[in-house]
């Protein structure tokens, strides 16, 4: 190994030389991610005229945007309301048979501890179950190109740990050759070799944290420049009483799925922006608290493919 | 005779950014769309990303208000350049501009002024629509537009002077009923006569639409819904000729849009009566 010139670089140069290997393998991995999901070959399905609110919340925020919506629409009806330090709770509003579905009825179940709103997103068998619920709808967009296809999960591991092992093979063999000359600086190597190595799974992170695929980031985009005008609109009527508010509530469900609740900040709703942005980081279409390291799996939701 | 080779559109609206959700919210009911050229010449990105969007949800033609056809001194190369670029991104059947002039010694003078009605008007016309053709391939229609008063010097009448214009220019007409309405009550009615001298076998699209009066004239304000006596020239022009596309305008005092829809339901269903539309 001694015999490799790039090797035997004094500690500037090599260093410079190693910058230049670690942005290489960014690119290249931002190259391989982005091509793994071609979807945008074909331009986005019209818009609905009927936008379905589940749909755009799987679509833009996985299960997370689809509990957000699911809460907003059981305390629009009175089946559930916001206590004190972000806590939701069930109201005394007994639901008649046949008036919630599936996915409401379990969210309400969900809803009787009184959990703080962010455990809702940590909730398991809550999710397991509303990720069955969500099967059609999920077989629908993926016909449609619209979810993120597995090529795009594939091709991130492949960059994760292609990247991986170059930024690392070659930080050890420059590390083994200096050990071996009996000199010992290569502290700051190692920080820069990690600090890549951070760098590089952040990039997959952000390349692939969304749900949507790039036509399905083109549909909602279309979607919002639709209807979005409509938000401004919708916006001015909560809190009044009368028929706007009651129209409201149809296009209500349908604005939470597209924008999670920041837009309800400033208005008399805003308790659910600010109970649902306490503890999980964003009120709006990225992830909640659940997303840890699962988070990339294909999802803002953590949920599996 | 048709004026021009391109496929029936049916019952469109006039585009208006403040109903763009109720538009596609209701977009099974609109036939097509006519989009201001003028809106997106210098074109925001925001307003580019509307036009495609509008592009691919509906059919459009675009409808042009600064081209000033009738300037005796040739219309702007610079202002003709961006509206065949718009042209071009959008890819309409045909393309409208008003039987007017807008600027004067290259000036915008701010509205559409009437051209007086004589043959060396058309003659400015027919040059300014042959340089426009060497730039734009796509079909130019030409609207009558409301006078609000006589240029004096006329050497005949407004159904004279849009039938040899058109005829030497070789345009299609952009036949606009609330306007023909509003000149015929302001400056009097022609002879009964008269209905058959206007130059209906080159009609290829109508706009009709509302307006009011101000000071015992009628203006062309396009701020209420199509009166009555506009619905019966509309009627009897759909009878008469086979026109291709029907535009509702509406600016000003835009009511909900349900209301709109009516209208342009009500303009269908002549057409649909009359053989125009499908
Ligand atoms: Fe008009």
């Given amino acids: 190994m001694q015999n490799i010139p790039l090797l035997n670089l004094p500690g500037p140069e090599f260093l410079n030389f190693f910058g230049l290997v670690v942005i290489i393998v960014l690119a290249a991995a931002y190259l391989c991610i982005r091509l793994a999901d071609r979807t945008d070959r074909r331009p986005p399905p019209p818009v609905p005229q009927n936008p379905d609110a589940m749909e755009v919340a799987f679509l833009q925020g996985g299960v997370n945007q689809v509990i957000r919506t699911l809460i907003y629409d059981l305390a629009q009806r009175g089946f559930v309301g916001l206590a004190a330090e972000d806590h939701v709770v069930p109201t005394e509003k007994q639901p008649q048979p046949g008036e919630l579905n599936a996915m409401e009825t379990r969210l309400l179940e969900a809803v009787q501890t009184k959990p703080k709103a962010h455990k809702l997103f940590e909730d398991l068998s809550l999710r397991r179950r509303l990720l069955e619920l969500l099967a059609p709808l999920r077989a629908k967009l993926a016909a449609e190109e619209l979810i993120k296809p597995q090529s795009v999960k594939i091709w991130r591991r492949r960059a994760q740990i292609g990247g991986t092992l170059i930024i690392v093979g070659l930080a050890l063999a420059k590390i083994y050759v200096e050990w071996e000359k009996g000199s010992a600086n290569v502290a700051y190597l190692v920080f820069l070799a990690a600090a890549s190595v951070a760098v590089l799974f952040a990039l997959a992170y952000v390349l692939t944290r969304t749900h949507a695929s790039r036509r399905g980031h083109a549909y909602l985009e279309a979607m919002r420049l639709a209807y979005g005008g409509r938000l401004k609109e919708a916006i001015g009527h909560i809190g009044s009483p009368g028929p706007e508010a009651r129209a409201f509530g149809g296009a209500a469900l349908f604005l939470i799925g597209l924008y999670g609740f920041s837009p309800l900040k400033g208005t008399t709703e805003a308790m659910f922006a600010e109970a649902f942005s306490r503890g999980s980081g964003s009120a709006g279409a990225d992830c909640g608290t659940s997303c840890g390291g699962s988070c990339g799996d294909g999802g803002a939701s953590g949920d599996g493919d | ?278």
């Fill in chain 2, 1 to 278: 005779m048709t004026a021009i080779d391109a496929p029936a559109l049916g019952s469109g609206i006039g585009y208006r950014p403040q109903f763009r959700a109720d538009l596609f919210a209701y977009r099974d009911q609109i036939d097509f769309v006519e989009i201001i050229a003028d809106h997106y010449l210098d074109a925001s990105k925001e307003k580019l990303d509307e036009l495609e969007l509008l592009k691919s949800h509906f059919p459009l033609v675009a409808h042009g208000l600064d081209l000033s056809i009738g300037s005796a001194d040739g219309v702007d190369p610079r202002y003709l350049d961006k509206v065949a670029a718009l042209i071009e991104r959008i890819d309409p059947p045909w393309w409208s501009e008003h039987l007017c002039f807008t600027r004067a010694g290259g000036v915008s003078i701010g509205h559409l002024a009437s051209l007086p009605y004589t043959q060396e008007a058309i003659d400015v016309v027919a040059r300014n629509v042959e340089f426009v053709r060497r730039r734009i391939k796509t079909p130019l229609i030409l609207e009558n537009i409301t006078c609000v008063v006589r240029i004096p010097g006329g050497e005949m009448d407004e159904p004279e002077f849009l039938s040899r214009t058109l005829e030497a220019t070789d345009c299609g007409w952009l036949c606009d009923v609330a306007n023909m309405h509003v000149n015929a009550m302001n400056f009097g009615m022609g002879a009964e006569g008269e209905f058959e001298r206007w130059p209906w076998d080159r009609l290829v699209q109508m706009h009709y639409a509302g307006g009011r009066e101000r000071n015992g004239v009628l203006i062309d304000s396009h701020d209420a819904t199509t009166s009555e006596a506009v619905w019966m020239l509309y009627d009897r022009v759909v009878a008469r000729a086979p026109v291709k596309a029907v535009v509702l305008e509406r600016d000003e005092k835009i009511p909900p849009f349900n209301e709109l829809i009516d209208e342009v339901a009500r303009a269908r269903t002549t057409m649909v009566e009359n053989g125009r539309w499908r």
